[in-house]
């Protein structure tokens, strides 16, 4: 089992920044791809970023791209969203979430995640 917590959520105006963390406990000594989701209200859940176990291997929706980075620290067991040139588009409920995993492979699809954290509310004002 692992856990997940994310933090660093808030409120920021249009154009402003955002770095979100998500700490991971239990058993974190397996490899895990980890992935960025995010919820709006009357919305399904959609991919946001995400990245294998090594770090090496990232991506990202396309209207993130370029403006949104996903990195890991493993000896941390923490997982960050640098969220750059924040659109009121952007407002959610972020969440991070995990799978067991090899190689380069990390997954754009909520199903495959086995663990997910309680998520964080971004709000981006106009």
């Known amino acids: 089992q692992v856990q997940l917590v994310e933090s660093g959520g808030g409120l920021v105006q249009a154009g402003g920044s955002l770095r979100l963390s998500c700490a991971a406990s239990?058993?974190?000594?397996?490899?895990?791809?980890m992935g960025w989701f995010r919820q709006a209200p009357g919305k399904e859940r959609e991919f946001v970023a995400a990245?294998?176990?090594?770090?090496?291997?990232?991506g990202y929706v396309d209207s993130v791209e370029g403006r949104f980075t996903i990195s890991r620290d493993n000896a941390k067991n923490t997982v960050y969203l640098q969220m750059n040139s924040l659109k009121p588009e952007d407002t959610a409920v972020y969440y991070c979430?995990?799978?067991?995993?090899?190689?380069?492979?990390?997954?754009?699809?909520?199903?495959?995640?086995?663990?997910w954290g309680q998520g964080t509310q971004v709000t981006v004002s106009s």
């Open positions: 990245i294998n176990w090594s770090g090496g291997s990232t």
């Open positions: 239990g058993r974190t000594s397996s490899r895990y791809a």
């Open positions: 979430a995990a799978v067991r995993s090899l190689g380069n492979y990390y997954s754009k699809s909520v199903t495959e995640y086995d663990y």
